[in-house]
């Protein structure tokens, strides 16, 4: 009997020495990783959101004439009004074109003067606003609207060779958005 307790014996020693470095390892494995907390913060910021403004504009007489007349003689004066608004939200740079013919003998004869608010813009013969380019009206704010009184005028001085004459303009007013700006909050 002796002889068969001895080599059950040995087996479960060698079981054991196996098992108890494993079960070891295990455990150090659990430690390892149940001691590895982090902390952790975060936060949120909604609601962001930016938007587009508009460049807009009113003209009062649009696809219009402003001023027209017939049968002009020498001294006469022909007066038009146009407002000009800018509707849009943004705040914007206007310009003013002309596209005129100016079928005269003497061209300076035929003058045109644009004012607002009583004081004069510009003033010179009809065909010349824009010979160097767009005329600038300056910075409309948002919403801003101004009244521009064109006045065309034939010399008390035209003589006979201005009989029968004729002169056409077309004007075309241009915003262009300010310059961009940047917003720090």
Do not use: C, H
């Not at 038009?80 to 939200?89: A, C, D, L, Q």
């Amino acid at each position: 009997m002796n002889t068969t307790a001895l080599p059950a014996a040995a087996p479960a020693r060698s079981r054991m020495r196996i098992i108890v470095p494993l079960a070891g390892l295990l455990v150090a494995a659990a430690i390892t990783v149940g001691s590895g907390a982090d902390f952790v913060a975060n936060s949120v910021n909604t609601g962001n959101a930016y938007s587009t403004g508009t460049l807009l504009q009113e003209n009062s007489k649009a696809n219009n004439a402003i001023f027209n007349l017939g049968n002009l003689k020498p001294g006469d004066v022909v007066n038009g009004k146009v407002t000009i608004k800018n509707s849009g939200t943004l705040a914007a740079a206007f310009t003013l074109s002309e596209n005129a013919v100016n079928g005269f003998a003497d061209k300076d004869k035929l003058t045109l003067t644009i004012s607002t608010g009583g004081a004069t813009v510009w003033t010179g013969t009809l065909g010349a606003l824009t010979a160097g380019g767009p005329f600038s009206l300056g910075t409309f704010a948002a919403g801003e609207a101004r009244e521009y009184t064109f006045s065309v005028a034939l010399a008390s001085t035209a003589g006979n060779e201005e009989q029968g004459k004729s002169a056409t303009a077309t004007y075309t007013w241009n915003s262009t958005q300010t310059a961009a700006t940047t917003t720090n909050q």
